[in-house]
């Protein structure tokens, strides 16, 4: 991991990984503050949006795709949260479409790759995502169809896996276990945008946020009912693991018996975009007060949970 600066309030900016294709790119920021003042981590694994030309030149429709699989400026949330709380951030260059970071390494739709096994491997079953469309490598989209050209050589995967998706998850599994080592336990919040589920007002209005905590696995529940809490008292509707649960990084990350707690945070996109849903909207500002507020609740409800290293050395 290469550090390269400071920001005004002492945090440390990092990178790590690489984007195949776009030299000299790290797959991913980390912003960590010195010291550490909460024990909360926030993850964006879909927000990255740099696009080498050999990635959007194989794509069947690069205007519209690389869009409809992003979880559009939701890093520009997460990164004025961290700064007003001094939360720690992991943020995503890499995007969607070159590799989904919420998908496991063997979730993968082998028809696509050309050969259908990572070299040395044996070729695995598909994942219920990967049969999809929506696996370690995107294939289709609805109303889209197939994104790409052709399939994908096995060393274009492997490289995938080994420059983003490997060295993402290994820092991501560090900052959370730094930030449990230092307060005895620590919160992981995946945070996600969706498009909206239904109408955002009126008798038949849908959420505009959904936790998720893979039905009570990956989170204690006292965090979850706590973010909950905290939404309805903010006047927003709000779900619990329907239709979003989590995924691959509450299944790797979430241990909340050895006080590694990690529930996913989906944000409708018409809370905080414009009307066209590619730039910020009119409630930008209000979402990342509100979701500041969030972060200081969760880390006041993480603070009150059991320490872990006290439990277990009983």
Request: hydrophobic share 45%; net charge neutral; aromatic share 6%.
């Amino acid at each position: 991991m290469q550090q390269f600066g400071q920001d005004a309030h002492g945090s440390d900016w990092q990178t790590g990984g690489a984007i195949p294709g776009a030299p000299g790119v790290a797959a991913y920021a980390q912003r960590c503050a010195h010291p550490k003042p909460i024990p909360i981590l926030i993850a964006v694994p879909h927000a990255g949006r740099f696009y080498p030309a050999s990635l959007t030149g194989r794509m069947r429709n690069p205007a519209d795709a690389p869009l409809r699989l992003e979880d559009r400026l939701v890093d520009l949330l997460a990164e004025a949260v961290a700064s007003a709380t001094g939360a720690s951030l992991i943020v995503a260059h890499a995007p969607r479409a070159l590799i989904d970071l919420n998908r496991s390494a063997d979730d993968v739709d082998w028809e696509m790759i050309a050969g259908g096994a990572l070299p040395g491997g044996a070729r695995m079953g598909a994942g219920r995502r990967s049969r999809s469309g929506l696996g370690l490598v995107p294939r289709r989209l609805p109303g889209i169809g197939e994104i790409w050209r052709g399939r994908i050589s096995q060393a274009e995967l492997a490289a995938r896996i080994d420059l983003v998706h490997r060295p993402y998850h290994h820092a991501l599994s560090e900052a959370l276990e730094e930030l449990r080592d230092r307060w005895g336990r620590a919160l992981l919040i995946d945070l996600h945008s969706m498009p909206p589920l239904g109408p955002l007002t009126g008798p038949d209005a849908a959420a505009s946020f959904v936790v998720g905590d893979r039905f009570g696995a990956s989170c204690d529940g006292a965090l979850v009912r706590a973010a909950l809490h905290h939404l309805s008292d903010a006047g927003q509707l709000a779900a619990h693991n329907r239709p979003y649960a989590g995924g691959y990084v509450l299944d790797r990350h979430g241990a909340p018996a050895r006080g590694l707690n990690a529930l996913q945070l989906e944000v409708c996109r018409s809370v905080y975009l414009d009307a066209a849903m590619t730039g910020p909207g009119s409630g930008f500002a209000a979402t990342v007060e509100l979701l500041t507020g969030l972060v200081r609740r969760l880390a006041s409800e993480v603070n009150a949970l059991p320490n872990w290293f006290a439990q277990a050395a009983e």
